[in-house]
């Protein structure tokens, strides 16, 4: 069956934390190990509450404020740090916005309440046909469900369709409801076996 979508993840994939220093400084100013300030952010009750929509992002910084017994009045200033050696990948999006004029493209992310709003700053909002974004949804990757809404949003099958994602569970979710999916390692490797696919109209 012939491609008509892609889908692709967000963090880890068109962002990814390409500079460990900022997060480091940050771990050794607050005293504590580089992964656990990364599994108090990303992996506490708060962070998969936020991501469900259960609360806001701005209540999932402030749970993690006061667990580093910090002043709420710090956490823009953490967060800034902490996310301070993200880089967004430029020429990915560009290369999404070339397959665009061919192919429906979509976002399906596991992220807070304030992803959409970024991503409108951050200029790039104009790849997508639609983002699914599990705040907004109140569903996570790997539920097939969040798949299923992408493809209805898109009015595409699963068949017709190749998801990109960093997480082996992610694609391994997609790849269960018939979804194309690749597992993304790296720019090139991701972009080759994508075009791979596309020229082979899987």
Same mark, same amino acid.
Request: hydrophobic fraction near 45%; charged fraction near 30%; proline fraction near 3%.
């Given at each position: 069956m012939t491609v008509r979508a892609i889908f692709v993840d967000l963090g880890g994939v068109l962002v990814r934390t390409e500079f460990q220093a900022p997060r480091q400084h940050l771990a050794e100013r607050l005293g504590l190990e580089y992964e656990n300030v990364v599994k108090l952010v990303f992996e506490g009750e708060t962070s998969e509450q936020a991501s469900l929509g259960r609360i806001s992002e701005e209540e999932h910084w402030a749970a993690v *404020?006061?667990?580093l017994r910090l002043? %709420?009045? +710090?956490a823009d200033a953490v967060r800034n740090e902490f996310f301070a050696g993200d880089v967004v990948d430029r020429e990915l999006l560009d290369h999404l916005r070339d397959l =665009? @004029?061919?192919y429906k493209v979509g976002l399906i992310s596991n992220a807070w309440s304030g992803l959409r709003p970024w991503i409108v700053k951050q200029k790039f909002d104009d790849v997508f046909d639609a983002m699914i974004i599990s705040a907004e949804v109140g569903l996570m990757k790997p539920d097939p469900r969040i798949f299923e809404l #992408? %493809? @209805?949003k898109l009015g595409v099958t699963a068949p017709e369709s190749i998801f990109l994602d960093d997480f082996k569970a992610h694609v391994d979710g997609a790849r269960e409801i018939g979804i194309h #999916?690749?597992?993304f390692g #790296? =720019? +090139?490797q991701a972009i080759d076996e994508l075009e791979? *696919? %596309?020229a082979a109209g899987m």
């Amino acid at each position: 069956m012939t491609v008509r979508a892609i889908f692709v993840d967000l963090g880890g994939v068109l962002v990814r934390t390409e500079f460990q220093a900022p997060r480091q400084h940050l771990a050794e100013r607050l005293g504590l190990e580089y992964e656990n300030v990364v599994k108090l952010v990303f992996e506490g009750e708060t962070s998969e509450q936020a991501s469900l929509g259960r609360i806001s992002e701005e209540e999932h910084w402030a749970a993690v *404020m006061r667990r580093l017994r910090l002043p %709420l009045s +710090d956490a823009d200033a953490v967060r800034n740090e902490f996310f301070a050696g993200d880089v967004v990948d430029r020429e990915l999006l560009d290369h999404l916005r070339d397959l =665009h @004029e061919t192919y429906k493209v979509g976002l399906i992310s596991n992220a807070w309440s304030g992803l959409r709003p970024w991503i409108v700053k951050q200029k790039f909002d104009d790849v997508f046909d639609a983002m699914i974004i599990s705040a907004e949804v109140g569903l996570m990757k790997p539920d097939p469900r969040i798949f299923e809404l #992408a %493809l @209805e949003k898109l009015g595409v099958t699963a068949p017709e369709s190749i998801f990109l994602d960093d997480f082996k569970a992610h694609v391994d979710g997609a790849r269960e409801i018939g979804i194309h #999916a690749i597992q993304f390692g #790296a =720019h +090139d490797q991701a972009i080759d076996e994508l075009e791979k *696919m %596309l020229a082979a109209g899987m």
